[in-house]
């Protein structure tokens, strides 16, 4: 059956990104919970299990470290008797308020006391710097679904950075092209061999980490 659903992108703020870097085992439980919160409204509000199919690109347009979820999610799920209800509502500011909520918890949750102690300054900026919580955007369903669908699993599973990026390189120094997302402009990067590296490193995935999961129905 051919149902509405709705491309949901979850964002953090830029100053933690460093805190899932350095513990990257408390991103399977970034997706978890990220999965949770939409599952849980579409329960509470339309009494439905929706299904969600759900990437972890950590990548961002500077080959930065840059944890962020895609999901496509159903907009109505099964109820309990299994019968198929539409509900196409999403409420963004209540949703960027409790997944700002749902990411600080995590992370105080996830760490140890001496580092929870020495992160909580992060946190706090985190919190104060973003009274309208962390980004959420879900626009609704437009054009071919297909399309869609081909572009995020592009998405999803591409390199963080393709060779066509690669302005330029002489042993020593590489240039990268990148879009600026603040002003919209094409810029050039210049690093040195050794932060490339070490940038591109870090999207390996660990061993037997999941980055497309399924939940719901």
Same mark, same amino acid.
């Given at each position: 059956?051919?149902?509405? #659903?709705?491309?949901?992108?979850? *964002?953090?703020?830029? =100053?933690?990104?460093?805190?899932?870097?350095?513990?990257?085992?408390?991103? /399977?439980?970034?997706?978890?919970?990220?999965?949770?919160?939409?599952?849980?409204? %579409?329960?509470?509000?339309?009494?439905?299990?929706? =299904?969600?199919?759900? &990437?972890?690109?950590? %990548?961002?347009?500077?080959?930065?470290?840059?944890?962020?979820?895609?999901?496509?999610?159903?907009?109505? &799920?099964?109820?309990? *008797? &299994?019968?198929? /209800?539409?509900?196409?509502?999403?409420?963004?500011?209540?949703?960027? @308020?409790?997944?700002?909520?749902?990411?600080? /918890?995590?992370?105080?949750?996830?760490?140890?006391?001496?580092?929870?102690?020495?992160?909580?300054?992060?946190?706090?900026?985190?919190?104060?710097?973003?009274?309208?919580?962390?980004?959420?955007?879900?626009?609704?369903? @437009? &054009?071919?679904?297909?399309?869609?669908?081909?572009?995020?699993?592009? #998405?999803?599973?591409?390199? $963080?950075? =393709?060779?066509?990026?690669?302005? $330029?390189?002489?042993?020593?120094?590489?240039?990268?092209? #990148?879009?600026?997302?603040?002003?919209?402009?094409?810029?050039?990067?210049?690093?040195?061999?050794?932060?490339?590296?070490?940038?591109?490193?870090?999207?390996?995935?660990?061993?037997?980490? @999941? *980055?497309?999961?399924? #939940? =719901?129905?």
């Amino acid at each position: 059956m051919q149902v509405n #659903y709705r491309h949901v992108i979850f *964002t953090i703020d830029e =100053g933690l990104r460093d805190v899932f870097l350095l513990h990257r085992h408390l991103l /399977k439980a970034f997706m978890d919970e990220a999965a949770k919160l939409l599952t849980s409204f %579409f329960q509470k509000k339309a009494k439905v299990t929706p =299904g969600i199919i759900m &990437g972890i690109p950590t %990548f961002g347009s500077k080959v930065n470290f840059n944890p962020h979820v895609h999901l496509l999610v159903t907009m109505g &799920g099964l109820t309990k *008797t &299994g019968e198929w /209800k539409e509900y196409d509502y999403l409420p963004f500011k209540m949703l960027r @308020k409790q997944w700002q909520t749902v990411v600080l /918890k995590l992370i105080r949750k996830g760490v140890t006391e001496e580092e929870k102690k020495r992160l909580e300054p992060k946190l706090q900026k985190a919190f104060s710097e973003n009274r309208e919580g962390f980004y959420v955007h879900a626009p609704k369903q @437009k &054009g071919n679904v297909k399309e869609q669908l081909r572009y995020i699993g592009r #998405y999803i599973r591409r390199p $963080a950075i =393709g060779p066509n990026r690669i302005e $330029a390189y002489d042993g020593q120094f590489v240039s990268i092209k #990148y879009m600026d997302k603040t002003d919209g402009v094409e810029k050039i990067e210049t690093v040195s061999v050794e932060e490339f590296i070490t940038r591109l490193i870090r999207y390996i995935p660990d061993e037997q980490f @999941k *980055t497309i999961r399924h #939940y =719901g129905m």
